[in-house]
T-cell receptor, first 114, second 110 residues
Framework: DGGITQSPKYLFRKEGQNVTLSCEQN?????MYWYRQDPGQGLRLIYY???????QKGDIAEGYSVSREKKESFPLTVTSAQKNPTAFYLC?????????????FGNGTRLTVT | QKEVEQNSGPLSVPEGAIASLNCTYS??????FFWYRQYSGKSPELIMF????GDKEDGRFTAQLNKASQYVSLLIRDSQPSDSATYLC??????????FGKGTRLHILP
C-alpha cells in the first residue's frame, strides 16, 4: 500500500541533543512538508520541498534543518537551538506543489524533550 | 488578523442532527480550501476540498465556499458519534502554501 511512514512514533531526548525524525513516502509525490502541532493549536509549517536537493523555510524554521537527497525521503532534524521542541511532528506530501493538491499525512512523531 | 480562523469549540451536536463548522480566511487571493478531520492523537485526514464558490457534496458532508465573504464551511448531516473529532480548515495562500486554522472540536451527543 502507498503511504507515508514516519518513525519513530514516540521519541524522547534530553535537552541539548539534536534529534532526527524520519519521513519516507512511496506515493511518488514531488512535494513534501513538515508541520508541527502543539496542543490546541493548528499545524504550523516548518519546511517544505518541491524537488530533490531543494527546500524552503516555512513559518517556523528556526532551530530545524532538513535534507531532500531522495524523492522518497525528507528527514527533519530538531537541533538544540529549537527552544520548545516538544510537540507532535507531522510529515506530509502532495502530488504537486501548487496548492490545489491536498496533503497526505504520515502518522506523526511525538517528540518529548526534557 | 489571523490568516485562517475557526471557532475552537467544543461544538456539541445531538446525534442525527446537522453539524455546521465555519472558517474565515484573510488572504483574498486564496484559491483552494480543505477540510481535514483529526482524531485525538492521530494525524489529519482529508474530508473535503473545494475550489469554486458554491456547494460541494460528498455523502453526508457538504462544503460551502463564499469567496466574496472569505468564508468556507462544512456541514455534516445525520451526525454520528464517530464524527466526534477536531476539524481543521486549511487554505492555500497566494504563494501556494497550505496553512491551517487551529481547528474546531466537534462532540456528537449520543
Amino acid at each position: 500500500d502507498g503511504g507515508i511512514t514516519q518513525s519513530p512514533k514516540y521519541l524522547f531526548r534530553k535537552e541539548g541533543q539534536n534529534v532526527t525524525l524520519s519521513c519516507e513516502q512511496n506515493l511518488n509525490h514531488d512535494a513534501m512538508y513538515w508541520y508541527r502541532q502543539d496542543p490546541g493549536q493548528g499545524l504550523r509549517l516548518i519546511y517544505y520541498s518541491q524537488i530533490v536537493n531543494d527546500f524552503q523555510k516555512g513559518d517556523i524554521a528556526e532551530g530545524y534543518s532538513v535534507s531532500r537527497e531522495k524523492k522518497e525521503s525528507f528527514p527533519l532534524t530538531v537541533t538544540s537551538a529549537q527552544k520548545n521542541p516538544t510537540a507532535f511532528y507531522l510529515c506530509a506530501s502532495s502530488i504537486e506543489d501548487r496548492g490545489y493538491s491536498p496533503l497526505h499525512f504520515g502518522n506523526g512523531t511525538r517528540l518529548t524533550v526534557t | 488578523q489571523k490568516e485562517v480562523e475557526q471557532n475552537s469549540g467544543p461544538l456539541s451536536v445531538p446525534e442525527g442532527a446537522i453539524a455546521s463548522l465555519n472558517c474565515t480566511y484573510s488572504d483574498r487571493g486564496s484559491q483552494s480550501f480543505f477540510w481535514y478531520r483529526q482524531y485525538s492523537g492521530k494525524s489529519p485526514e482529508l474530508i473535503m476540498f473545494i475550489y469554486s464558490n458554491g456547494d460541494k457534496e460528498d455523502g453526508r458532508f457538504t462544503a460551502q465556499l463564499n469567496k466574496a465573504s472569505q468564508y468556507v464551511s462544512l456541514l455534516i448531516r445525520d451526525s454520528q458519534p464517530s464524527d466526534s473529532a477536531t476539524y481543521l480548515c486549511a487554505v492555500t495562500r497566494v504563494e501556494d502554501k497550505i496553512i491551517f486554522g487551529k481547528g474546531t472540536r466537534l462532540h456528537i451527543l449520543p
